[in-house]
């Protein structure tokens, strides 16, 4: 599939320029002190917490990343590598809120909606990976990560994305993962975690507890990718030029600093750029310039020979209506003919706040249709099928035909949330709209398949390892 570019050769020139005369002139504040002084020892010019980077430390540690990015699900058959199995479709993560699936009202998030959310994305076929949807209100006061993760890995085995707090808890849930994986060795051969963080926050400043978590993953060879999320307006200039300026800084800004740690160490030009609602100063993540901002900071990561990815196919709207519907599928489609490789678009509304279920099993379908798209148009010369159109001729019909029959099921998506009936039928049906269709199939997946997948001994080796922790019961909706 060839992509659709945004940017000329010569504006992403430009960026990249305008990227390394940032770093070089005003350069970032950075917070932790061991990042300091490791950009010290590697050429960079430290003067207090401000760090400047020459354009020659840059060129040089931004050539030495790899070219692929690798997620691995705790069964391999789930394993994705980004550019090559591109789109890899991820949920988006950490919304403070779920509507409740039974009432309908929107509600703190807690632990048991992360277990049903785990087995929805497990059984869901547009997904590949499962950045863990909601927090978990109920959580134990020291047990913040382990609350979203425990009910995750007993219902999900695709690839998990995580993110931790500070370094007391990302030993935790390391632990964790050592004991679902049978040691320490074990896991690092086939690592299912794939850790996330914001070290770089905008304008310009790498933070402390998420710097020194990228570090430790990038020091132990483990998965573990950043985000830069400028905000134009109000965290990056108020025109798409500054902002990708200002973000491509900072993103190249945490590779050399990952590649610093360990050279070779694979990353992902990962963002979530957005322009802000000067009226309100509002999170416009489902803003179409969202969209146009990703593609174009994916003809960057081209340039950088880097995969790409991001939060993209978001939405503002508050309920899953249409407003739901056109920013999710606008900017979603506008990122995969734009290069994007990773995308973390499911079942979150109302700007990242909000985990929707009917949400979630739309993105599936929309996830399915741009993995279809991907795909493109096959030219092979049965595809063609000179042949059978000579054969058919002028007023014939291909609806019995073997070449039909053959392709009926894989040339097109089989949707099971759009509708395709006509209208006698969809009445028949119930006049079900799209949300009630995919609540029934909310259901439905909930009342199938729901046994834990790790063995009542792990379970019992986890529970005692982890005093107080959550149930992780996987409950029915009724």
């Given at each position: 599939?060839?992509?659709?570019?945004?940017?000329?050769?010569?504006?992403?020139?430009?960026?990249?320029?305008?990227?390394?005369?940032?770093?070089?002139?005003?350069?970032?504040?950075?917070?932790?002190?061991?990042?300091?002084?490791?950009?010290?020892?590697?050429?960079?010019?430290?003067?207090?917490?401000?760090?400047?980077?020459?354009?020659?430390?840059?060129?040089?540690?931004?050539?030495?990343?790899?070219?692929?990015?690798?997620?691995?699900?705790?069964?391999?058959?789930?394993?994705?590598?980004?550019?090559?199995?591109?789109?890899?479709?991820?949920?988006?993560?950490?919304?403070?809120?779920?509507?409740?699936?039974?009432?309908?009202?929107?509600?703190?998030?807690?632990?048991?909606?992360?277990?049903?959310?785990?087995?929805?994305?497990?059984?869901?076929?547009?997904?590949?990976?499962?950045?863990?949807?909601?927090?978990?209100?109920?959580?134990?006061?020291?047990?913040f990560t382990i609350s979203r993760l425990y009910p995750t890995i007993k219902y999900c085995l695709k690839p998990i994305r995580v993110t931790t707090?500070?370094?007391?808890?990302?030993?935790?849930?390391?632990?964790?993962?050592?004991?679902?994986?049978?040691?320490?060795?074990?896991?690092?051969?086939?690592?299912?975690?794939?850790?996330?963080?914001?070290?770089?926050?905008?304008?310009?400043?790498?933070?402390?507890?998420?710097?020194?978590?990228?570090?430790?993953?990038?020091?132990?060879?483990?998965?573990?990718?950043?985000?830069?999320?400028?905000?134009?307006?109000?965290?990056?200039?108020?025109?798409?030029?500054?902002?990708?300026?200002?973000?491509?800084?900072?993103?190249?800004?945490?590779?050399?600093?990952?590649?610093?740690?360990?050279?070779?160490?694979?990353?992902?030009?990962?963002?979530?750029?957005?322009?802000?609602?000067?009226?309100?100063?509002?999170?416009?993540?489902?803003?179409?310039?969202?969209?146009?901002?990703?593609?174009?900071?994916?003809?960057?990561?081209?340039?950088?020979?880097?995969?790409?990815?991001?939060?993209?196919?978001?939405?503002?709207?508050?309920?899953?209506?249409?407003?739901?519907?056109?920013?999710?599928?606008?900017?979603?489609?506008?990122?995969?003919?734009?290069?994007?490789?990773?995308?973390?678009?499911?079942?979150?509304?109302?700007?990242?706040?909000?985990?929707?279920?009917?949400?979630?099993?739309?993105?599936?379908?929309?996830?399915?249709?741009?993995?279809?798209?991907?795909?493109?148009?096959?030219?092979?010369?049965?595809?063609?099928?000179?042949?059978?159109?000579?054969?058919?001729?002028?007023?014939?019909?291909?609806?019995?035909?073997?070449?039909?029959?053959?392709?009926?099921?894989?040339?097109?998506?089989?949707?099971?949330?759009?509708?395709?009936?006509?209208?006698?039928?969809?009445?028949?049906?119930?006049?079900?709209?799209?949300?009630?269709?995919?609540?029934?199939?909310?259901?439905?997946?909930?009342?199938?398949?729901?046994?834990?997948?790790?063995?009542?001994?792990?379970?019992?080796?986890?529970?005692?390892?982890?005093?107080?922790?959550?149930?992780?019961?996987?409950?029915?909706?009724?």
């Amino acid at each position: 599939m060839s992509f659709a570019t945004l940017l000329t050769q010569e504006q992403v020139e430009r960026i990249h320029d305008a990227s390394l005369e940032i770093l070089e002139d005003v350069g970032l504040k950075v917070r932790y002190e061991p990042a300091r002084e490791l950009f010290k020892q590697h050429g960079c010019i430290v003067d207090g917490e401000r760090v400047k980077f020459p354009r020659a430390v840059v060129e040089k540690y931004r050539k030495m990343v790899p070219s692929t990015f690798t997620f691995h699900g705790r069964d391999p058959k789930f394993d994705k590598t980004i550019p090559q199995d591109s789109p890899v479709i991820v949920t988006a993560s950490s919304a403070p809120d779920i509507i409740d699936p039974v009432s309908g009202v929107e509600r703190r998030a807690e632990s048991r909606d992360i277990a049903q959310i785990a087995h929805l994305i497990n059984e869901l076929p547009g997904y590949d990976m499962f950045s863990i949807s909601t927090l978990a209100d109920d959580a134990p006061a020291d047990q913040f990560t382990i609350s979203r993760l425990y009910p995750t890995i007993k219902y999900c085995l695709k690839p998990i994305r995580v993110t931790t707090t500070d370094h007391k808890d990302t030993m935790s849930i390391m632990e964790m993962a050592y004991m679902v994986a049978g040691g320490k060795e074990a896991y690092k051969e086939h690592p299912f975690l794939t850790h996330h963080y914001c070290p770089v926050v905008s304008p310009l400043t790498m933070d402390n507890l998420s710097t020194e978590n990228v570090m430790f993953f990038a020091r132990e060879g483990l998965p573990v990718y950043p985000t830069i999320v400028p905000n134009a307006g109000l965290t990056s200039p108020m025109s798409m030029a500054g902002t990708l300026a200002q973000g491509n800084a900072e993103f190249l800004s945490g590779l050399v600093l990952m590649q610093m740690v360990k050279e070779g160490t694979p990353t992902i030009y990962a963002t979530l750029p957005t322009v802000a609602d000067m009226r309100s100063g509002a999170y416009t993540s489902g803003a179409i310039e969202c969209g146009m901002l990703h593609m174009a900071f994916a003809q960057l990561s081209r340039f950088y020979d880097v995969p790409c990815g991001g939060y993209i196919g978001l939405t503002n709207a508050k309920i899953n209506d249409a407003q739901a519907g056109y920013e999710t599928g606008m900017s979603a489609i506008g990122g995969l003919v734009g290069g994007m490789d990773m995308f973390n678009i499911g079942g979150l509304i109302d700007a990242l706040k909000t985990f929707d279920f009917a949400k979630a099993v739309i993105d599936d379908e929309i996830a399915q249709m741009m993995k279809r798209t991907k795909r493109g148009i096959s030219f092979s010369d049965e595809d063609l099928a000179l042949n059978l159109i000579k054969e058919v001729g002028p007023g014939g019909s291909f609806i019995v035909a073997k070449h039909t029959i053959n392709r009926m099921k894989t040339e097109a998506v089989m949707t099971k949330m759009a509708d395709r009936d006509a209208r006698t039928a969809w009445v028949k049906k119930g006049s079900m709209d799209i949300q009630a269709r995919a609540m029934k199939r909310v259901r439905d997946i909930m009342a199938n398949n729901t046994a834990p997948l790790i063995s009542p001994e792990l379970d019992e080796k986890l529970r005692a390892a982890f005093p107080g922790m959550v149930s992780g019961v996987l409950e029915p909706i009724e």
